[in-house]
Each structure stands twice: as C-alpha cells, then as structure tokens.
Nanobody
C-alpha cells in the first residue's frame, strides 16, 4: 500500500506563485513515475505534468511553461512549482503514482487563484 500526502496549496493572487509537494510512503520511490493532476469544480480531472524516476518530464500543452515538476528521490517527494498563476488554475491538485497493479492518488490540495 502506498500513501501520498500533498501539501502547499492555498490562496494566491493572480500572477503569484505556489509550490506543491507530494510525499510518498513507498520504499522503491525511484522506480515509479509520478504525476500531478487537477480538477476544477464541475470539470474532469486533467493531467498537469508527469516525471519519470530518472527525471524526464511531460507537461499539459495549456500550461505554456508556467509550471515545473521535479522530484527528490532521497526525500520520496515530487514537487510542482507554479508561476504566473491565473484564476483558471483554481482547482484541487492531486499527485499520483502509477504501478503495474494499481494507481495511487493523494487526497488533494486546494489551490485558489483570486484577488
């Protein structure tokens, strides 16, 4: 069983920045890819970014380079640095860890971009 715990969400003004963290409780963290997803009210959950165990990254096209995913394998933590935030970035952000048998999700952290 893998537990994922997100943190770092909150209220931020448009144009501001936030960094989300997701810590995983798994021994073999380095072998797993990790991802960040988000779900806005009334919308489907969508991909934000993914990162492999060796650091290769992939981003949703709509982000225009504003977000950066990274990981610290020693701390078993994945990060999402979000810059130039817009009101449309408001959502619950989830991290996930896909394995061959199951995909694990965190409980989510709320990000609200508003003046």
């Amino acid at each position: 069983q893998v537990h994922l715990v997100e943190s770092g969400g909150g209220l931020v003004q448009p144009g501001g920045s936030l960094t989300l963290s997701c810590e995983a409780s798994t021994t073999f963290f380095i072998i797993y890819p990790m991802g960040w997803y988000r779900q806005a009210p009334g919308q489907q959950r969508e991909l934000v970014a993914t990162i492999t165990g060796t650091g290769s990254t992939n981003y949703a096209n709509s982000l225009s380079g504003r977000f950066t995913i990274s990981r610290d394998n020693a701390k078993k933590t994945v990060y999402l640095q979000m810059n130039s935030l817009k009101p449309e970035d408001t959502a619950v952000y989830y991290c996930n860890l896909p394995t061959q048998s199951k995909t694990y999700w965190g409980q989510g952290t709320q990000v609200t971009v508003s003046s």
